[in-house]
């Protein structure tokens, strides 16, 4: 069974402040993925990594950066969070090409 | 660039009614739709998904249809029943790129008992 896991379900932070969200995932998936989902915008991508030190913009990449060290965990980073920011991100990993499995969410409040 | 259209942005029906939710893309080169089920306060979940090879997979009550040509797919749902009531996503994707997903922005279904 596939376990995504993402370090906090809720956070709240002030405006300007460096967000770390963190995604977690156990079972050896080469692709990983940050969405952030928005009522009527659906989920939109905003950064993906196909391979440990890989990263590829997505659709929404303005005002956020990843890491991705090891292949198991794949990290977003707000570098200055803005209230535009608050939002829920979803956590998303693939093994191939198909089916992708979603962590539980972090819903974000920016201040 | 790439898009995925869902409609109805909701969708109310009565219990034991039909529902059906319709989605456009525009790449060419999509060739796997996948649809999630995502429930109040929880993660999207895989329902159903469907390959370009073939025009419908279905699943119990729940089936894909799929229109190459037209670049139409569509979920639909029989016998609908109250914890069918979440919010369903479509998607597009192609499996000779990067694996990324252009998702639909939503159908938020009540099933009305």
């Known amino acids: 069974d596939v376990k995504v896991t993402q370090s906090s379900r809720y956070l709240v932070k002030r405006t300007g402040e460096k967000v770390f969200l963190e995604c977690v995932q156990d079972?050896?998936?080469?692709?990983m993925f940050w969405y952030r989902q928005d009522p009527g915008l659906g989920l939109r991508l905003i950064y993906f990594?196909?391979?440990?030190?890989?990263?590829e913009k997505g659709d929404i990449p303005e005002g956020y950066s990843v890491s991705r060290e090891k292949k198991e965990r794949f990290s977003l980073i707000l570098e200055s969070a803005s209230t535009n920011q608050t939002s829920m991100y979803l956590c998303?990993?693939?093994?191939?090409?198909?089916?992708?499995?979603f962590g539980p969410g972090t819903r974000l409040l920016v201040l | 660039g790439e898009n995925v259209e869902q409609h109805p942005s909701t969708l109310s029906v009565q219990e034991g009614d039909s529902a059906v939710i319709k989605c456009t893309y525009s790449?060419?080169?999509?060739?796997?739709f996948p649809w999630y089920k995502q429930e109040l306060g929880k993660r999207p979940q895989l329902i159903i998904d469907?390959?370009?090879?073939?025009g419908e997979k279905k699943d119990q009550r729940i089936a894909v249809t799929l229109n190459k040509t037209a670049k139409h797919f569509s979920l639909h749902i029989t016998e609908t029943q109250p914890e069918d009531s979440a919010v369903y996503f479509c998607?597009?994707?192609?499996?000779?790129?990067?694996?990324?997903?252009?998702f639909g922005t939503g159908t938020r279904l009540k099933v009305l008992a």
């Open positions: 998303a990993t693939t093994t191939g090409r198909e089916t992708q499995y």
């Open positions: 079972m050896d998936h080469e692709n």
């Open positions: 990594s196909y391979d440990v030190k890989m990263k």
């Open positions: 790449d060419s080169a999509s060739n796997y």
């Open positions: 469907i390959r370009s090879n073939v």
């Open positions: 998607a597009a994707s192609s499996t000779s790129g990067t694996y990324k997903y252009i």
